[in-house]
């Protein structure tokens, strides 16, 4: 009798030791899994910060490419230009003034061309330093007589102004350029606000007459 009774306490303590077997395993089965979907999800959630982080990037980019609203610092007047190029080049004949800024460079500057019997001249003069970025000539007879007289930049800033005014109060002067056509002295100047929308206008420099308008949509 005795050892059927110690046979059976033998019995239930290796049943009790098999089921704390089988739940340690079970617990170490179910830790594993859980610590593995939480790495996976620490994972995922790094991988969406990234690209989240990325995609800010770019459209802080875009924004930032786009920002045309800070102007460019323009210390030299048309005027000092014109004259500074009669200094380089005198008794050359002017036939087209122009004026450009590049907001993205940061670089505003003058281009002038002119002429006299034998030569052709181009000359860019930076119009924040005053220095010279290019002075070019080359041998060349022209049949041209337009001549770009200094007194004619005088309305010049009145027609920059009509045309913003035209555009809307947030476009910037992009540039401009004083020339002559078939004989009339024409001035085209192109504007450019924040959104990269661009207008253009063309008057007749002497009577201020507008010819043509175009603004991007």
């Given at each position: 009798m005795k050892k059927i009774i110690g046979l059976a306490l033998s019995l239930i303590l290796l049943s009790a030791c098999a089921k704390?077997?089988?739940n340690t395993n079970t617990n170490k089965n179910i830790n594993n899994t859980n610590n593995k979907m939480d790495a996976s999800q620490d994972k995922e959630l790094k991988n969406n910060n990234n690209r989240n982080n990325k995609t800010d990037n770019i459209n802080n980019e875009s924004v930032s490419d786009k920002n045309l609203t800070k102007d460019v610092n323009v210390n030299l007047t048309k005027e000092d230009a014109f004259k500074k190029f009669n200094d380089l080049h005198p008794n050359t004949n002017i036939n087209e003034f122009s004026f450009s800024k590049d907001l993205y460079k940061k670089l505003a500057k003058y281009e002038i061309e002119a002429y006299d019997q034998e030569r052709e001249y181009e000359v860019e003069i930076n119009a924040t330093?005053?220095?010279?970025?290019?002075?070019?000539?080359?041998k060349e007879k022209t049949s041209?007589?337009?001549i770009i007289l200094a007194d004619m930049l005088g309305g010049i800033d009145d027609l920059v102004n009509k045309s913003i005014a035209k555009a809307g109060q947030d476009y910037l002067l992009k540039d401009y350029s004083l020339y002559f056509d078939d004989g009339i002295s024409k001035f085209d100047v192109e504007l450019e606000n924040s959104q990269g929308k661009e207008a253009e206008f063309t008057y007749n420099l002497e009577s201020?007459?507008?010819l043509e308008k175009d603004l991007s949509e």
């Open positions: 704390n077997v089988t330093d005053s220095s010279i970025i290019r002075d070019k000539s080359k041209s007589t337009a201020g007459e507008l």
